[in-house]
């Protein structure tokens, strides 16, 4: 899958997620003016569940984000710098892991990569 694909499916997935909370937003919005505590505590959780899905998937899009400019900055070719070592073995460790079939192994590492990469540029 081409990467203007995944980006696009990225989005329209994204999109789908913001109208749905909006919509489930919307509903609790209601049953908190409906004004029954029943009805405030129920209409609290249905506005806070969308809430939660937006912060995570937020999250996800932005560590795709650095993990695909993390992967362009290794394959730019440039000079590793000191400050790129922590991250260039987490991501060989990972490299390791995909090899030898450790799914587990292999995200943990290529998230510790992210992590060190994302330090290393600030």
């Known amino acids: 899958m081409s990467v203007a694909r995944e980006r696009i ?3 329209v997935t994204f999109a789908i997620l913001v109208f749905y ?3 489930i937003g919307w509903r609790g919005v209601l049953l908190v003016l409906d004004g029954r505590w029943q009805s405030v505590l129920l209409g609290l959780g249905v506005i806070i569940i ?3 899905a937006l912060y995570a998937i937020w999250r996800l899009v932005l560590f ?3 993990g695909e400019r993390m992967m362009q900055h290794l394959r730019s070719g440039a000079e590793p710098l000191a400050r790129d070592e922590q991250w260039r073995a987490h991501l060989a460790r990972a490299e390791e892991c ?3 079939r450790d799914r587990q192994g292999e995200q943990s590492a ?3 990569a992210v992590r060190a990469w994302r330090l290393s540029r600030s």
């Open 64 to 66: 795709a984000r650095d």
């Open 9 to 11: 499916t990225a989005l």
């Open 21 to 23: 909370a909006g919509t």
């Open 98 to 100: 995909r090899v030898a």
């Open 50 to 52: 969308p809430l939660v």
């Open 110 to 112: 290529y998230r510790q």
